[in-house]
């Protein structure tokens, strides 16, 4: 069973920055695709990056010259860096990984962007 744990969550100012970390309970080092996603209160669930094994990304473009995702195939952990965050940016924050033709996802972590 894989097991995917997000921390770095919580609250910060607009323009505020925080770091996501997502900790896999195996080797990400042959996992094709890892990402991010959010959910905010009464919305569907929305990806905001994604990185590849290659080492390529994608973003929304809502987030994009914003945030950074990033892997360390040795600490098995994919980080997603928020910079410059905004109000809109509250969600709860979920951690995925294609592994096989299997999906995996962790526990969520919120964050909260608020003066």
């Known amino acids: 069973q894989v097991r995917l744990v997000e921390s770095g969550g919580g609250l910060a100012q607009p323009g505020g920055s925080l770091r996501l970390s997502c900790a896999a309970s195996?080797?990400?080092?042959?996992?094709?695709?890892m990402g991010w996603y959010r959910q905010a209160p009464g919305k569907q669930r929305e990806p905001v990056a994604t990185?590849?094994?290659?080492?390529?990304?994608n973003y929304a473009d809502s987030v994009k010259g914003r945030f950074t995702i990033s892997r360390d195939n040795v600490e098995n952990t994919v980080y997603l860096q928020m910079d410059s965050l905004k109000p809109e940016d509250t969600a709860v924050y979920y951690c995925?990984?294609?592994?096989?033709?299997?999906?995996?996802w962790g526990q969520g972590t919120q964050v909260t962007v608020s003066s």
């Open positions: 995925n990984a294609h592994i096989d033709l299997l999906e995996f």
């Open positions: 195996v080797s990400i080092f042959s996992v094709n695709t």
């Open positions: 990185i590849f094994r290659a080492g390529g990304a």
